[in-house]
């Protein structure tokens, strides 16, 4: 079985600071994919950053990187100077070669001006 | 790319009523999947399809829920009988047929019973 674990339903951070986002999972398979979706207040979510299981290096957007530890089973979300419109829900997903995707429950983002 | 785009924005109806959401998939996008999300939750499976072919359904999803993709393209959504318990946030999203494809979503649909 596939599960996703976010262990910070809420987190605050400052303007212009950096804030870590933690997400652990659990696969049998080899083959997988990790996202980070943003989902703002009352609007759609989209894709942040995605990183390929067989990829050591770790993705980087802009201010969104991650550190990705296969044999810990970590991914997790670091946003660098942090601004207001980076105010959102976000959700760490799995997806595996079974064709379904596997959410964590998500950790609230408030960035405090 | 237009984006997945959903049908109603919001609706509101009475307990004991059927509703049907529509969701429009980017066109290039063979697998298409309904989600349901309430407030301050991560979002549900549902069912997804590939094409037209509806591939899973949740074990959770009752009877009263059903989804069809006709010719693989739009896919409608239908709750019957609606109950408060439906009260949520319905998306849609859509990708390639690949493990590596990411999810596009829509805004969703908003039910609200009364």
């Known amino acids: 079985a596939q599960t996703v674990t976010q262990s910070q339903p809420e987190m605050s951070v400052q303007e212009a600071e950096t804030v870590t986002l933690s997400c652990t999972y659990d696969?049998?398979?080899?083959?997988?994919?990790l996202f980070w979706y943003k989902q703002p207040p009352s609007r759609q979510m989209i894709l942040v950053i995605r990183?390929?299981?067989?990829?050591?290096q770790n993705a980087t957007e802009n201010r969104f990187s991650v550190n990705f530890q296969k044999a810990a089973k970590s991914f997790s979300l670091k946003i660098s100077d942090s601004q207001l419109g980076d105010t959102a829900m976000y959700f760490c997903?799995?997806?595996?070669?079974?064709?379904?995707?596997?959410f964590g429950t998500g950790t609230s983002l408030t960035v405090i001006p | 790319d237009t984006g997945v785009s959903q049908d109603p924005r919001h609706k509101i109806t009475k307990r004991g009523q059927n509703v049907t959401f529509r969701c429009d998939p980017i066109s290039e996008h063979n697998r298409l999947y309904w989600y349901r999300q309430t407030l301050g939750q991560g979002p549900e499976f549902l069912t997804y399809f590939q094409n037209e072919a509806q591939l899973e359904k949740s074990r959770l999803l009752s009877d009263r829920f059903s989804a069809e993709r006709p010719k693989g393209s739009f896919s409608t959504l239908e709750i019957q009988r609606t109950e408060q318990g439906d009260s949520a946030m319905y998306l849609c999203?859509?990708?390639?047929?690949?493990?590596?494809?990411?999810?596009?979503f829509g805004n969703g649909t908003r039910l609200t019973v009364t």
């Open positions: 999203a859509s990708s390639y047929a690949s493990y590596n494809s990411p999810l596009h």
């Open positions: 990183q390929e299981a067989y990829k050591q």
């Open positions: 997903i799995l997806s595996t070669t079974g064709n379904q995707f596997y």
């Open positions: 696969t049998s398979e080899s083959n997988y994919y």
